[in-house]
């Protein structure tokens, strides 16, 4: 487990603080100080044009401009829509997702994007064109607005969403498709991750739990933090303590849940943390385990928006 998305940090470093001796062999004979600052200009430069100059080269639904007035067209390879053939020059919004696609490796990736065609650009207009769940009477794009049978929007004030009776009114409540199968993905992926952590990790984890870092071979980390004097434990659940009983005296006082369910969230934390660690240092790519805290606490504080935020920070930040 490299962490790849350390590797531009010490490219950078390296590049600042260590010394070249030859640049002959370099591409175009540049120094790395130099291609650098080239690089550097050139990205400053080339971000203006979607940026500043032609705005709208940041997301360009070129297939839209076929014909313009057929709405399914437009769903289907709108950018608002679900994108197919849209070409995008904006860097920003190439990585909001996953990141930068130079550090994701290639496998990962691959899998990323069969993912992507499979549920998104298949099952998806499957299931909205099929109108299950009334998925047609909302937009098709990416939104997690929550609309109203009619489809009419329905605000997204969080006073309203506390207010029962407003709510009652609003009955039934729709999300949209694109949002349904992602939550559905989410927890399907949460799910396998645990899964996999188990079968492909478990001997190694239970062996390193079991093995002190001065005994650890080829892991340049373990190597590293041998040389420094390792806090005690008891440092940690002082901390941790402290932490936990902090957060029962705010939302004992706060007013903002019942305390007794920091006893749910808390272990969340501990189940998540390392399955989503190990993918996020092999791929970079972090699977937000909050998902998993909304949908429980969607099902505890129902009509509390109040309530249902809580629980989803101590289970995401605790």
């Known amino acids: ?44 430069f080339y971000y203006w044009l979607p940026g500043y100059i032609i705005p709208v080269l940041a997301a360009f639904s070129w297939m839209c401009m076929i014909n313009p007035k057929n709405i399914i067209l437009a769903q289907l ?84 969403f506390s207010n029962r009776t ?28 645990a899964v996999h952590t188990v079968l492909y990790h478990g001997k190694d984890i239970i062996q390193y739990l079991q093995t002190s870092l001065e005994k650890r071979e080829n892991d340049i980390h373990c190597t590293l933090m041998a040389r420094y004097p390792e806090a005690p434990e008891r440092w940690h659940i002082v901390v941790f303590l402290v ?5 029962i005296i705010a939302c004992k006082f706060g007013h903002f849940m019942p305390w007794y369910y920091l006893f749910m969230a808390v272990p969340l934390v501990f189940i998540c943390v390392l399955p989503v660690g190990i993918v996020e240092a092999i791929t970079t790519i972090e699977i937000l385990p909050f998902f998993v805290a909304r949908t429980i606490a969607a099902e505890i504080f129902v009509g509390d928006a109040i309530g249902l935020i809580s629980f989803m920070v101590y289970a995401y930040e605790m």
């Not at 932490?243 to 957060?247: M, N, P, S, T, V």
Request: aromatic share 14%; glycine share 6%.
């Open 243 to 247: 932490a936990f009983i902090l957060a």
């Open 166 to 193: 407003y709510m009652e009114t609003q009955k039934p409540v729709i999300l949209g498709c694109a949002p349904a199968i992602t939550e559905y993905l989410t927890l399907m992926a949460l799910t396998s991750l």
């Open 1 to 44: 487990m490299i962490w790849p998305s350390n590797l531009p940090v010490i490219a950078f470093l390296r590049t600042i603080h260590e010394e070249e001796q030859s640049t002959s062999v370099r591409w175009l004979k540049l120094s790395r100080m130099k291609f650098l600052l080239l690089a550097t200009i050139f990205q400053a």
């Open 77 to 160: 390879t709108g950018y608002n829509g679900l994108g197919m053939g849209s070409l995008v020059f904006d860097w920003n919004r190439l990585t909001q997702d996953i990141g930068s696609p130079i550090l994701v490796p290639r496998w990962a990736l691959i899998n990323v994007l069969v993912g992507f065609v499979c549920f998104i650009w298949i099952l998806l207009p499957i299931t909205y064109f099929a109108d299950l769940f009334n998925f047609k009477r909302v937009p098709i794009g990416i939104t997690w607005w929550y609309y109203t049978t009619d489809g009419n929007f329905l605000t997204d004030n969080v006073s309203q």
